[in-house]
Protein backbone atom coordinates (compact mmCIF):
# COMPACT_ATOMS: atom_id res chain seq x y z
CA UNK A 1 0.00 0.00 0.00
CA UNK A 2 2.88 2.05 0.64
CA UNK A 3 4.13 1.55 -2.77
CA UNK A 4 0.93 2.16 -4.22
CA UNK A 5 0.40 5.83 -2.39
CA UNK A 6 3.94 6.54 -3.27
CA UNK A 7 3.09 6.14 -7.15
CA UNK A 8 0.25 8.39 -7.07
CA UNK A 9 1.05 10.78 -5.24
CA UNK A 10 4.66 11.59 -6.88
CA UNK A 11 4.53 11.71 -10.25
CA UNK A 12 8.25 11.52 -11.34
CA UNK A 13 8.66 8.63 -9.30
CA UNK A 14 5.28 6.83 -10.96
CA UNK A 15 7.04 7.87 -14.25
CA UNK A 16 10.48 6.56 -13.60
CA UNK A 17 8.77 2.84 -12.66
CA UNK A 18 6.75 2.78 -15.29
CA UNK A 19 9.69 3.30 -17.29
CA UNK A 20 11.86 0.72 -15.73
CA UNK A 21 9.17 -1.61 -15.83
CA UNK A 22 8.58 -1.07 -19.27
CA UNK A 23 11.57 -2.04 -19.89
CA UNK A 24 11.36 -5.46 -18.62
CA UNK A 25 8.07 -5.88 -20.42
CA UNK A 26 9.69 -5.14 -23.83
CA UNK A 27 12.60 -7.50 -23.59
CA UNK A 28 9.39 -9.76 -22.96
CA UNK A 29 7.87 -8.52 -26.11
CA UNK A 30 11.29 -8.96 -28.38
CA UNK A 31 10.71 -13.03 -26.76
CA UNK A 32 7.22 -13.13 -28.03
CA UNK A 33 7.87 -11.20 -31.02
CA UNK A 34 10.30 -14.10 -31.92
CA UNK A 35 8.62 -17.24 -30.06
CA UNK A 36 4.43 -16.76 -31.50
CA UNK A 37 5.22 -17.22 -35.17
CA UNK A 38 7.65 -20.53 -33.99
CA UNK A 39 4.53 -22.16 -31.90
CA UNK A 40 1.77 -20.85 -35.02
CA UNK A 41 3.87 -23.03 -37.18
CA UNK A 42 4.84 -26.16 -34.35
CA UNK A 43 0.55 -25.95 -34.37
CA UNK A 44 0.43 -25.98 -37.80
CA UNK A 45 2.59 -28.69 -38.37
CA UNK A 46 0.80 -30.52 -36.16
CA UNK A 47 -2.81 -30.07 -37.81
CA UNK A 48 -1.26 -30.67 -41.00
CA UNK A 49 -0.17 -34.09 -40.17
CA UNK A 50 -2.71 -35.01 -38.61
CA UNK A 51 -5.28 -34.15 -41.52
CA UNK A 52 -3.16 -36.09 -43.68
CA UNK A 53 -2.61 -38.95 -40.75
CA UNK A 54 1.25 -39.57 -41.68
CA UNK A 55 1.44 -42.58 -39.15
CA UNK A 56 5.12 -42.94 -39.61
CA UNK A 57 5.19 -39.17 -38.03
CA UNK A 58 2.80 -40.29 -35.49
CA UNK A 59 4.56 -42.97 -34.09
CA UNK A 60 8.21 -40.81 -34.10
CA UNK A 61 5.94 -37.83 -32.41
CA UNK A 62 4.94 -40.11 -30.09
CA UNK A 63 8.03 -42.40 -29.16
CA UNK A 64 9.44 -39.38 -28.09
CA UNK A 65 8.19 -36.04 -25.83
CA UNK A 66 8.49 -33.15 -27.97
CA UNK A 67 10.38 -30.07 -26.05
CA UNK A 68 7.75 -27.62 -24.74
CA UNK A 69 8.06 -24.53 -26.73
CA UNK A 70 5.87 -21.46 -25.63
CA UNK A 71 6.52 -17.42 -24.53
CA UNK A 72 8.07 -19.29 -20.82
CA UNK A 73 9.93 -22.45 -22.24
CA UNK A 74 12.77 -23.23 -23.07
CA UNK A 75 14.88 -20.64 -22.13
CA UNK A 76 16.41 -18.12 -24.43
CA UNK A 77 19.62 -19.14 -26.40
CA UNK A 78 21.76 -17.38 -29.21
CA UNK A 79 20.07 -18.47 -32.76
CA UNK A 80 23.63 -19.04 -34.09
CA UNK A 81 26.00 -21.00 -31.15
CA UNK A 82 22.78 -21.93 -28.98
CA UNK A 83 24.46 -20.39 -25.86
CA UNK A 84 22.31 -20.18 -23.29
CA UNK A 85 20.99 -16.38 -22.75
CA UNK A 86 22.05 -15.75 -18.54
CA UNK A 87 19.88 -13.47 -16.51
CA UNK A 88 22.95 -10.96 -16.51
CA UNK A 89 23.30 -11.33 -20.04
CA UNK A 90 19.34 -10.78 -20.26
CA UNK A 91 19.37 -6.87 -18.78
CA UNK A 92 17.34 -4.84 -20.74
CA UNK A 93 19.51 -2.15 -23.13
CA UNK A 94 22.04 -2.69 -20.14
CA UNK A 95 22.76 -5.86 -21.91
CA UNK A 96 23.15 -4.70 -25.54
CA UNK A 97 25.52 -2.21 -24.35
CA UNK A 98 27.55 -4.09 -21.97
CA UNK A 99 27.87 -7.09 -24.44
CA UNK A 100 28.97 -5.05 -26.98
CA UNK A 101 26.13 -5.52 -29.30
CA UNK A 102 27.63 -9.77 -29.60
CA UNK A 103 26.58 -13.00 -28.27
CA UNK A 104 29.31 -13.72 -25.35
CA UNK A 105 30.10 -16.95 -26.94
CA UNK A 106 30.28 -17.06 -30.65
CA UNK A 107 30.65 -13.14 -30.65
CA UNK A 108 27.47 -12.81 -33.64
CA UNK A 109 26.30 -9.44 -33.39
CA UNK A 110 22.94 -8.93 -32.26
CA UNK A 111 20.12 -7.46 -33.61
CA UNK A 112 19.12 -3.96 -32.65
CA UNK A 113 16.11 -5.08 -33.10
CA UNK A 114 16.18 -5.54 -29.21
CA UNK A 115 17.18 -2.57 -27.72
CA UNK A 116 14.85 -0.67 -29.87
CA UNK A 117 11.98 -2.20 -28.96
CA UNK A 118 12.98 -2.18 -25.07
CA UNK A 119 13.53 1.57 -25.55
CA UNK A 120 10.73 2.25 -27.69
CA UNK A 121 8.13 0.14 -25.52
CA UNK A 122 9.57 2.37 -22.45
CA UNK A 123 9.28 5.36 -23.86
CA UNK A 124 6.04 4.93 -25.42
CA UNK A 125 4.77 3.88 -21.58
CA UNK A 126 6.37 6.92 -20.02
CA UNK A 127 3.83 9.10 -22.32
CA UNK A 128 0.76 7.01 -21.37
CA UNK A 129 1.63 7.23 -17.95
CA UNK A 130 1.71 10.68 -18.54
CA UNK A 131 -1.47 11.44 -20.16
CA UNK A 132 -3.40 9.38 -18.42
CA UNK A 133 -1.52 9.47 -14.64
CA UNK A 134 -2.60 6.64 -11.92
CA UNK A 135 -5.49 5.59 -13.43
CA UNK A 136 -7.11 1.74 -14.69
CA UNK A 137 -7.35 4.18 -17.94
CA UNK A 138 -3.11 4.17 -17.86
CA UNK A 139 -3.07 0.25 -17.04
CA UNK A 140 -5.52 -0.38 -20.19
CA UNK A 141 -3.97 1.81 -22.47
CA UNK A 142 -0.72 0.05 -21.92
CA UNK A 143 -1.68 -3.28 -22.35
CA UNK A 144 -3.01 -2.03 -25.39
CA UNK A 145 0.09 -0.43 -26.86
CA UNK A 146 2.03 -3.18 -25.51
CA UNK A 147 -0.13 -5.47 -27.42
CA UNK A 148 0.29 -3.17 -30.70
CA UNK A 149 3.96 -3.56 -30.73
CA UNK A 150 3.78 -7.10 -30.69
CA UNK A 151 1.30 -7.12 -33.67
CA UNK A 152 3.56 -4.63 -35.52
CA UNK A 153 6.71 -6.51 -35.41
CA UNK A 154 5.59 -9.80 -36.09
CA UNK A 155 3.65 -8.56 -38.81
CA UNK A 156 6.67 -6.70 -40.18
CA UNK A 157 9.01 -9.82 -40.09
CA UNK A 158 6.50 -12.84 -40.90
CA UNK A 159 3.25 -11.09 -42.76
CA UNK A 160 1.24 -12.69 -39.98
CA UNK A 161 -1.47 -10.67 -37.21
CA UNK A 162 -2.05 -14.08 -34.78
CA UNK A 163 -5.51 -14.44 -33.69
CA UNK A 164 -4.27 -15.47 -29.88
CA UNK A 165 -3.54 -11.69 -29.98
CA UNK A 166 -5.71 -10.02 -32.22
CA UNK A 167 -9.16 -11.43 -31.18
CA UNK A 168 -8.30 -11.06 -27.65
CA UNK A 169 -7.33 -7.00 -27.43
CA UNK A 170 -10.65 -6.53 -29.45
CA UNK A 171 -12.89 -8.52 -26.62
CA UNK A 172 -10.87 -6.80 -24.08
CA UNK A 173 -11.59 -3.45 -25.33
CA UNK A 174 -15.39 -4.03 -25.35
CA UNK A 175 -14.79 -5.55 -22.01
CA UNK A 176 -12.58 -2.40 -20.43
CA UNK A 177 -15.45 -0.36 -22.29
CA UNK A 178 -18.27 -2.07 -20.39
CA UNK A 179 -17.83 0.73 -17.72
CA UNK A 180 -16.73 3.34 -20.35
CA UNK A 181 -13.24 3.54 -19.69
CA UNK A 182 -12.32 5.17 -22.81
CA UNK A 183 -15.94 5.38 -24.79
CA UNK A 184 -19.19 4.98 -23.96
CA UNK A 185 -20.27 0.84 -24.62
CA UNK A 186 -22.30 1.66 -27.88
CA UNK A 187 -19.36 3.23 -29.69
CA UNK A 188 -16.89 0.23 -28.29
CA UNK A 189 -18.90 -2.63 -30.30
CA UNK A 190 -20.06 -0.46 -33.24
CA UNK A 191 -16.20 0.57 -33.40
CA UNK A 192 -15.34 -3.60 -33.98
CA UNK A 193 -18.45 -4.15 -35.83
CA UNK A 194 -17.58 -0.70 -38.48
CA UNK A 195 -14.24 -1.70 -38.25
CA UNK A 196 -13.92 -5.44 -39.74
CA UNK A 197 -16.96 -4.67 -41.88
CA UNK A 198 -15.28 -1.69 -43.69
CA UNK A 199 -12.16 -3.62 -44.47
CA UNK A 200 -13.43 -6.68 -44.92
CA UNK A 201 -15.82 -5.32 -47.65
CA UNK A 202 -12.82 -3.26 -49.30
CA UNK A 203 -10.87 -6.68 -49.64
CA UNK A 204 -14.38 -8.04 -50.89
CA UNK A 205 -14.62 -5.41 -54.04
CA UNK A 206 -10.61 -5.43 -54.54
CA UNK A 207 -10.70 -9.42 -55.15
CA UNK A 208 -13.66 -9.00 -57.24
CA UNK A 209 -11.78 -6.03 -59.59
CA UNK A 210 -8.79 -7.58 -59.81
CA UNK A 211 -8.39 -10.94 -59.00
CA UNK A 212 -6.07 -10.28 -55.69
CA UNK A 213 -6.17 -10.51 -52.50
CA UNK A 214 -5.16 -6.50 -51.12
CA UNK A 215 -4.84 -7.56 -47.25
CA UNK A 216 -5.34 -10.31 -44.94
CA UNK A 217 -8.20 -11.25 -42.46
CA UNK A 218 -6.21 -10.49 -39.59
CA UNK A 219 -5.97 -6.77 -40.56
CA UNK A 220 -9.55 -6.79 -40.44
CA UNK A 221 -9.58 -7.95 -36.55
CA UNK A 222 -6.96 -5.52 -35.84
CA UNK A 223 -8.99 -2.68 -37.03
CA UNK A 224 -11.66 -4.24 -35.33
CA UNK A 225 -9.80 -4.34 -32.34
CA UNK A 226 -8.46 -0.53 -32.58
CA UNK A 227 -12.48 0.39 -32.93
CA UNK A 228 -13.14 -1.39 -29.76
CA UNK A 229 -10.88 0.54 -27.73
CA UNK A 230 -11.62 3.84 -29.14
CA UNK A 231 -14.36 3.82 -31.09
CA UNK A 232 -15.88 3.89 -34.00
CA UNK A 233 -15.09 7.74 -34.13
CA UNK A 234 -11.18 7.03 -34.95
CA UNK A 235 -11.81 4.85 -37.38
CA UNK A 236 -11.66 7.53 -40.24
CA UNK A 237 -8.16 8.82 -39.13
CA UNK A 238 -6.83 5.14 -38.45
CA UNK A 239 -7.61 3.94 -41.98
CA UNK A 240 -7.04 6.98 -43.74
CA UNK A 241 -3.12 7.70 -42.52
CA UNK A 242 -2.89 3.77 -42.64
CA UNK A 243 -3.61 3.48 -46.24
CA UNK A 244 -1.86 7.18 -47.03
CA UNK A 245 1.69 6.09 -44.81
CA UNK A 246 1.03 2.12 -46.12
CA UNK A 247 0.59 3.77 -49.89
CA UNK A 248 4.18 6.26 -49.22
CA UNK A 249 6.12 3.51 -48.15
CA UNK A 250 4.97 0.99 -50.65
CA UNK A 251 5.86 3.36 -53.44
CA UNK A 252 9.52 4.04 -51.61
CA UNK A 253 10.10 0.52 -51.20
CA UNK A 254 9.85 -0.45 -54.70
CA UNK A 255 11.89 2.13 -55.90
CA UNK A 256 15.10 1.04 -53.38
CA UNK A 257 14.25 -2.46 -54.78
CA UNK A 258 13.59 -1.15 -58.51
CA UNK A 259 11.04 -4.04 -58.63
CA UNK A 260 7.39 -2.85 -59.41
CA UNK A 261 6.37 -6.44 -58.45
CA UNK A 262 7.55 -6.20 -54.97
CA UNK A 263 4.08 -4.69 -53.40
CA UNK A 264 3.36 -7.58 -50.61
CA UNK A 265 4.25 -5.26 -47.54
CA UNK A 266 3.06 -5.52 -44.49
CA UNK A 267 -0.26 -3.11 -43.40
CA UNK A 268 -0.69 -4.23 -39.74
CA UNK A 269 2.41 -1.85 -38.41
CA UNK A 270 0.18 1.17 -39.88
CA UNK A 271 -2.69 0.34 -39.06
CA UNK A 272 -1.59 -0.37 -35.73
CA UNK A 273 0.59 3.14 -35.70
CA UNK A 274 -2.55 5.37 -37.35
CA UNK A 275 -4.51 3.52 -34.50
CA UNK A 276 -2.77 4.37 -31.63
CA UNK A 277 -1.66 7.60 -32.60
CA UNK A 278 -6.10 8.19 -32.99
CA UNK A 279 -6.68 6.53 -29.43
CA UNK A 280 -4.16 8.90 -27.70
CA UNK A 281 -5.46 11.70 -28.80
CA UNK A 282 -9.10 10.77 -29.82
CA UNK A 283 -10.58 14.08 -27.91
CA UNK A 284 -8.49 16.33 -30.23
CA UNK A 285 -8.95 14.27 -33.76
CA UNK A 286 -13.28 14.12 -32.94
CA UNK A 287 -12.83 17.83 -32.26
CA UNK A 288 -10.78 18.24 -35.97
CA UNK A 289 -13.17 15.97 -37.80
CA UNK A 290 -16.52 17.01 -36.44
CA UNK A 291 -15.49 21.08 -37.01
CA UNK A 292 -13.89 20.23 -40.78
CA UNK A 293 -17.60 17.95 -41.14
CA UNK A 294 -19.67 20.54 -39.68
CA UNK A 295 -18.17 23.76 -42.12
Known sequence: MDLIN???ENTTIFLIFTGVFSLIIGSFLNAAIYRIPEMMKKEWHQECTEFLQEKENKQQESSK????F?????RSTCPHCGHMITALENIPVISYLFLKGKCSSCKTA?????????????????????????????????????????????DAKTMLLPDNLTLPLMWLGIA???????????SSVLGAMIGYLFLW????????VTGKEGMGYGDFKIVAALGAWGGWQILPFTIFVASLFG????????????????????????????GLIAFLWRDEITQIINGYLLT
Open 247 to 274: AIFGMVWMAIKRDKKANMIPFGPWLASA
Open 201 to 208: TIFQLFRL
Open 110 to 154: ISLQYPLIEMFTAFLSIFIAWKFGFTWQTLAALVLAWTLITLSII
Open 176 to 186: VNYQHLFVDLQ
Open 70 to 74: NLMTP
Open 65 to 68: QEEK
Open 6 to 8: LLR
